[in-house]
């Protein structure tokens, strides 16, 4: 569950950034991919990769993933 609610926010915040998965993909350095199954919830992050894409997108770490 935990990997949906992240999932979801990750895509809202890029398309309110009017990114495509393939432009965020490219400015955090991750593969297509790897976001992609981070969009769907089929794949866990460390934070390191959730650090670049949060950066990329202008917020921070915890907009991102806010604590329960």
Not at 27 to 36: C, D, I, N, Q, T
Not at 53 to 59: D, P, V
Request: charged fraction near 30%; proline fraction near 1%.
């Amino acid at each position: 569950m935990e990997n949906m609610h992240l999932a979801q926010r990750i895509r809202a915040f890029r398309k309110l950034k009017g990114y495509t998965q393939q432009q965020l993909a490219e400015k955090s350095g991750v593969s297509l991919a790897v976001l992609g199954a981070l969009e769907r919830g089929n794949r866990r992050a460390d934070d390191q990769i959730l650090n670049k894409i949060a950066n990329n997108l202008e917020i921070t770490l915890a907009e991102l993933k806010p604590e329960k």
